[in-house]
T-cell receptor
Framework: EAGVAQSPRYKIIEKRQSVAFWCNPISGHATLYWYQQILGQGPKLLIQFQNNGVVDDSQLPKDRFSAERLKGVDSTLKIQPAKLEDSAVYLC????????????FGPGTRLTVL | AQRVTQPEKLLSVFKGAPVELKCNYSYSGSPELFWYVQYSRQRLQLLLRHISRESIKGFTADLNKGETSFHLKKPFAQEEDSAMYYCALRGDDKIIFGKGTRLHILP
């Protein structure tokens, strides 16, 4: 089966600019996750969707980050405006359901904020 | 509060020697625990989960609720085991990853 797709793979922007990431999960997966992985750390969950509803966005910096999953399939994550500390790899993952199930990860988008 | 601790950033082991990657957690309820692995230039992927009680690629992990640990073990290391390993905990509908341990298998 096709895996989780993400684009772009790399992005370099200056601080205060905006950026958007796109994720296409595995077909049929109801749950979609966005993670932020800063160098040297493990992935940190930013937001979890169940179909097109938000299950958990407690760690999403809502003053600058936003995410949507229209129609319960693709998702976009936006940062506006970006800060230096947003430099990280942004990972998208999906799973059939939520609890106890395997998450399938995309290749990630490496963001560098200058 | 939920917490996952992987005390070693780097673990170097000779080929053929036993491997133990440590994971300790903090959670008051019944946790779901996972080990994820990322090989060089590959995606993060599930290695095993405690509810399955399975052995994958020779690795096993036992949940020890008394010691709040979920250490990953393999009796004989192979060169292809070199990778980044992350322990993850799911509780209260939140999932938390540890900082990871880089396993380096020496020839």
């Amino acid at each position: 089966e096709a895996g989780v797709a993400q684009s772009p793979r790399y992005k370099i922007i200056e601080k205060r600019q905006s950026v958007a990431f796109w994720c296409n999960p595995i077909s049929g997966h109801a749950t979609l996750y966005w993670y932020q992985q800063i160098l040297g750390q493990g992935p940190k969950l930013l937001i979890q969707f169940q179909n097109n509803g938000v299950v958990d966005d407690s760690q999403l910096p809502k003053d600058r980050f936003s995410a949507e999953r229209l129609k319960g399939v693709d998702s976009t994550l936006k940062i506006q405006p970006a800060k230096l500390e947003d430099s990280a790899v942004y990972l998208c993952a999906s799973s059939w359901g939520d609890r106890g199930l395997e998450q399938f990860f995309g290749p990630g988008t490496r963001l560098t904020v200058l | 509060a939920q917490r996952v601790t992987q005390p070693e950033k780097l673990l170097s082991v000779f080929k053929g020697a036993p491997v133990e990657l440590k994971c300790n957690y903090s959670y008051s309820g019944s946790p779901e625990l996972f080990w994820y692995v990322q090989y060089s230039r590959q995606r993060l992927q599930l290695l095993l989960r405690h509810i399955s009680r399975e052995s994958i690629k020779g690795f096993t992990a036992d949940l020890n609720k008394g010691e709040t640990s979920f250490h990953l073990k393999k009796p004989f290391a192979q060169e292809e085991d070199s990778a980044m390993y992350y322990c993850a905990l799911r509780g209260d509908d939140k999932i938390i990853f540890g900082k990871g341990t880089r396993l380096h298998i020496l020839p």
